[in-house]
């Protein structure tokens, strides 16, 4: 049966996402209400402001970035109608949790360089890539196993070759992407490792 890329009544929560992100760059881009500064994530301050580990996937260094996330959204919306999503707030959770699994992973990685190398990044970072990366990695793994429960909720995602196919070619050019100025490698591994986990739990 061929698939129809037709309006889902899951589709509230690829919105919801989507308008946050534009209201967040509104008010720090357009009309200044806040400053990206005290919202993006920054590696020393985290443990006195651990409010940016959230807050720092919600702003945008500028539209051009925004814009790529939101086609994020549209990518991974379209990979899993077609994977058979049967979830009302499997996008939602999914985004709650990946901001701490992506800080733990990063607070991880810089342990081992102040452990052995007596060196501490000062790393920060910005955007929803790191979530979009997060379900490109937990998208990639179901459609070569599929993913009946997430949480203790079933999703009935299943197997799919198509997307599987998609999926590799999209996380190889991002992957690629990543290593130009600017962007962030380590926010981006860090994600595709943290969809990984949630896959396997």
């Known amino acids: 049966m061929p698939f129809k890329n037709s309006i889902s009544k899951y589709d509230w929560q690829y919105i919801i996402s989507g308008f946050f992100l534009i209201s967040v760059f509104i008010f720090t881009d ?17 443990s006195d402001q651990p409010y940016r580990i959230f807050t720092s996937i919600l702003v945008h260094a500028d539209l051009n970035h925004l814009l790529s996330n939101l086609g994020g959204i549209i990518v991974t919306r379209y990979f899993l109608m077609r994977l058979g999503i049967k979830s009302r707030f499997f996008y939602l959770k999914f985004i709650l949790i990946c901001p701490f699994l992506n800080f733990f992973i990063i607070w991880f990685y810089e342990k081992i360089l102040s452990y052995f190398f007596n060196s501490y990044p000062h790393y920060a970072a910005l955007g929803f890539s790191g979530i979009i990366y997060a379900l490109f990695g937990f998208l990639l793994l179901s459609s070569f196993y599929g993913k009946n429960y997430f949480l203790g909720k079933q999703i009935s995602l299943k197997s ?5 196919k998609m999926s590799k070619t999209i996380c190889f050019i991002g992957f690629i992407f990543s290593f130009l100025p600017g962007v962030s490698l380590l926010g981006h591994i860090s994600g595709f490792i943290s969809g990984c986990f949630l896959f396997l739990i």
């Open 30 to 46: 357009l009309i200044r209400v806040f400053d990206k500064e005290f919202l993006y994530y920054v590696s020393r301050l985290i």
């Open 160 to 164: 799919n070759f198509e997307i599987q």
